[in-house]
């Protein structure tokens, strides 16, 4: 790849989809797709979190949108499904936490696997499976961020445990669901 044609890649690798723009393009389909159909709409979160992850000079440019986002693709896939991000981490995300800043993966280091591999997808459990191979794939990237993300997650669990006693903390057992407020 010489210098000319590297400038087309977004930061997530993906080819020819038009640098950033493109890959923004793909993306913005791929939601409107999944706010249409309930069953791939499950996939959601993951989308999101992981495209955020491989976009990071775009969507992550706060420490605490970067802290939400690790928060988000690590509930998904270690602690459970959710539709929305959990009001766990909501409540802490919004709280007066102080996040600190982590250390972002370069460009194209961000997961073997992009949005692209869900692009041709129109079977909803092919779908599925291949939004959660994309997002492990971009949360193996992200590993040296790993301590403090699921750290985070716990401090969230904490908080909310000790102010709602709802969810089971990470870690003992299910979660992914409490009550409201
Ligand atoms: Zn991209």
Redesign the pocket.
Known sequence: MNLASKAEY???G?EA?GG?AG?DEVFSRLIGREFADPVLFRAHRLTVDAYCL??TEKYMISSKSAAAHLMGICWSLEVGESLHLPPELKRFVDGPHVFVRVAVPPQLRRGKI??THLNSLSEPREYLVASREWAQSVWLAWSSAWEQTRAWVREAQKANYHSHKATPLFGAGNAGTSGKG
């Open positions: 977004p930061s997530c993906a989809v950033l890959c491989q976009h992009n949005i």
